[in-house]
């Protein structure tokens, strides 16, 4: 993994269950397919400084195929974490009612 932090959190995710795991402090991000736990971590901290990170949870994501107006194509896979952080809520995701 090279050594450049702010390209291992590439996008927040924000789904129904994204959006209801945020209100348990529990934040949903695409990372870099090559990130490990630790520097997923070492990220988080630099774009959010002062929090406690209590745990994170990587997923591998597999690209579904879909249709085309030429045949078929298949998108890339990814990488999805967790990240499970202690403090106030950050702002950054949407609040569900």
Do not use: C, W
Request: no cysteine; glycine share 8%.
């Amino acid at each position: 993994m090279s050594k450049n932090l702010s390209n291992v959190l590439l996008e927040t995710v924000i789904t129904e269950k994204s959006s209801a795991l945020s209100q348990q402090n529990k934040y949903t991000f695409k990372v870099a397919k090559g990130a490990t736990k630790s520097s997923i971590k070492k990220a988080f901290e630099e774009v959010f400084p002062g929090r406690k990170i209590l745990s994170v949870q990587t997923l591998k994501v597999k690209g579904h195929k879909k249709r085309t107006k030429g045949g078929y194509a298949l998108p890339k896979d990814g990488k999805k974490a967790v990240i499970t952080a202690e403090g106030s809520r950050i702002e950054y995701f949407p609040n569900i009612s």
